[in-house]
């Protein structure tokens, strides 16, 4: 019985108006309120967060989640909008663009390169949906409106509240939240099986091998498995350098194998016996329990833990990290493998998540979507590095190593364009500065998160925001000028 919930986003309008000449803030509080419902007007003095304001630090280190972004020297915006109706949204957008100013918009503030509250482009203003976290599941039709500043926990705690039956396929991270999240594909464990829902039952497993137990094996075999096997397993390798524990002061590669799968534990034994052996799952490996707690041990809580910890948006908490993405879409072979381990260790702060794609992901046409990565794409890797130490030495040193290990992935990844997933943003895949070459600019980081599509982005941008208003440093840019 597959049940799935549609998301509805709160979506952003534009008009035009005109610019009085105050200060920026004097200049939106003017605007917003002539441009907000009267109804919605009382509060509009309480959204705008000037420098000045006591409570702008905090209104904007609480959606910060990349410590890389939090330094004295990061560009901070002049203003932080934070609505509480939508229409207090449309005003700022009309009010931003009769001056015009740089925006950006802000859901929840995790993406990885910061753009949402970012900007080398000054002076900017920073539109915060935080407020704007109302979800109504309608369980009667299988439809959900969530409002772009909910957290994915909120919405799987709102549909567990509903059914315990329904669940909606987004990402692991209950922080994360659902603007940003869906504005840029956003893929969770249920992606093989899309459309989703499950009647209860979910088993899931972790496993550690190191290289002088044959991950080698194991990872030649998942190649083989995880893109093919029945649409409701998921199985995701995470891969990290660590000491031999059996070789002292040898370096290895740890390989650890977590999996969803939307049915029993015998079932799934039986499947995997057959099918992946080289893992050798036995049922005490498994915990038969509902989605909801699942989604809780996806993301390193203790089975039992209640579904009210999915509403915890942890504030003002940010590591400094670094990510990128690959796509493979022909299987590594053993050598290849075994080549790439001894790079790992040689990088050694760098990890690795590998995510299966296939099932439901090759059956959709790489045409029917903005997101083109659908069949023909094995796998999709995360690489990933946190740290600890403040400053542009350590993040140099880090970003760094994150960037060489993709350089040795090359041979192994897509090509022309080598694809990258627009939520993992990269801003070292490409930026625009908007000046005359901002079409050229726009190609090389449109081609590979898009492909195909990008030309056709471009169509409806020049239809849509011809003018170029909403831009960030990875946006469609407008067609060359002829
Ligand atoms: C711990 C962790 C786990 C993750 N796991 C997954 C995962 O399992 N699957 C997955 O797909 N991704 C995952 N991601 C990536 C995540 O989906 C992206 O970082 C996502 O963009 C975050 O959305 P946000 O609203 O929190 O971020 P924001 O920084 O607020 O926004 C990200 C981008 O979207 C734009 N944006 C945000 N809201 C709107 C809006 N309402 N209208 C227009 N544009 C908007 C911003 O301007 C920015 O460009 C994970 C990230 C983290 C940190
Ligand atoms: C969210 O829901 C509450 C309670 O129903 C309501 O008072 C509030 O106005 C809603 N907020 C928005 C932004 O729609
Ligand atoms: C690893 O593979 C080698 C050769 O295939 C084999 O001899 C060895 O027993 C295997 N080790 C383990 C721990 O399975
Ligand atoms: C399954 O859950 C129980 C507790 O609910 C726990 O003791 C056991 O370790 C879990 N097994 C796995 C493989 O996670
Ligand atoms: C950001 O820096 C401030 C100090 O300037 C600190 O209080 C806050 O906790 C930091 N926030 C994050 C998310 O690291
Ligand atoms: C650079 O990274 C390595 C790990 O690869 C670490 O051992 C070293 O301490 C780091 N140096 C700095 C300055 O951060």
Redesign the pocket.
């Given at each position: 019985m597959a049940k799935s919930l549609i998301i509805l986003l709160l979506l952003l309008l534009h008009v035009s108006a005109s610019f009085a000449d105050f200060s920026l803030y004097s200049h939106f509080l003017k605007c917003l309120t002539k441009h907000t419902n009267p109804s919605d007007q009382a509060t509009i003095s309480t959204i705008l967060f000037a420098q000045s304001n006591v409570w702008y630090?905090s209104v904007l280190?609480n959606y910060?989640?990349n410590?890389r972004f939090?330094t004295?020297s990061t560009p901070k915006p002049s203003l932080i909008i934070t609505p509480l109706h939508e229409s207090h949204v449309q005003s700022t957008i009309v009010c931003a663009k009769s001056i015009p100013i740089q925006i950006k918009i802000r859901s929840g503030g995790y993406d990885y390169e910061g753009i949402s509250y970012v900007s080398d482009l000054r002076p900017f203003v920073v539109l915060n949906l935080f407020n704007l976290r109302n979800i109504t599941v309608d369980i009667q039709n299988d439809v959900a409106v969530v409002q772009a500043g909910a957290t994915l926990g909120k919405l799987y705690n709102q549909i567990w509240k509903s059914s315990k039956i329904h669940g909606f396929p987004a990402g692991v991270c209950p922080t994360v939240v659902v603007g940003g999240h869906l504005s840029g594909g956003g893929y969770g464990n249920m992606l093989r099986q899309y459309g989703l829902s499950v009647d209860n039952v979910i088993d899931a497993r972790i496993v550690d091998r190191t290289l002088e137990q044959n991950a080698t094996d194991l990872v030649v075999q998942w190649q083989e498995v995880a893109p093919h096997v029945d649409d409701r397993l998921f199985i995701r390798l995470l891969l990290r350098p660590v000491d031999s524990k059996i070789v002292k002061g040898q370096k290895t590669v740890r390989v650890s194998v977590v999996t969803l799968f939307l049915g029993g534990a015998d079932e799934l034994v039986t499947l995997l016996e057959k099918q992946f052996p080289t893992l050798g799952l036995k049922k005490e490996n498994c915990n038969e329990t509902t989605w909801i707690d699942l989604v809780l041990w996806w993301t390193n809580y203790p089975l039992g833990t209640k579904p009210e910890t999915l509403l915890d948006r942890n504030l003002?908490?940010?590591d400094f990290l670094k990510r990128k993405s690959d796509y493979v879409q022909n299987p590594i072979s053993r050598d290849g493998l075994e080549w790439i381990w001894k790079r790992v260790i040689e990088v050694w702060s760098i990890g690795f998540v590998f995510n299966p794609y296939g099932g439901r992901m090759s059956e959709i046409p790489s045409d029917a979507t903005p997101f083109p990565h659908w069949a023909g794409n094995l796998l999709k890797i995360q690489y990933s590095v946190h740290w600890e130490v403040p400053g542009s030495v350590a993040e140099k040193n880090y970003t760094t190593q994150a960037r060489r290990l993709y350089s040795y992935m090359t041979p192994f990844v897509s090509k022309n364009p080598r694809s990258s997933f627009l939520n993992y943003r990269d801003l070292d895949i490409g930026i625009n500065t908007f000046g005359e070459n901002s079409y050229e600019e726009g190609e090389v980081y449109g081609l590979k998160y898009f492909n195909d599509n990008f030309e056709r982005l471009v169509k409806v941008k020049s239809e849509v925001d011809p003018e170029n208003f909403f831009r960030n440093e990875q946006s469609i840019p407008v067609p060359p000028k002829k």
């Open positions: 630090p280190q910060i989640r410590a939090n004295s003002n908490s940010a």
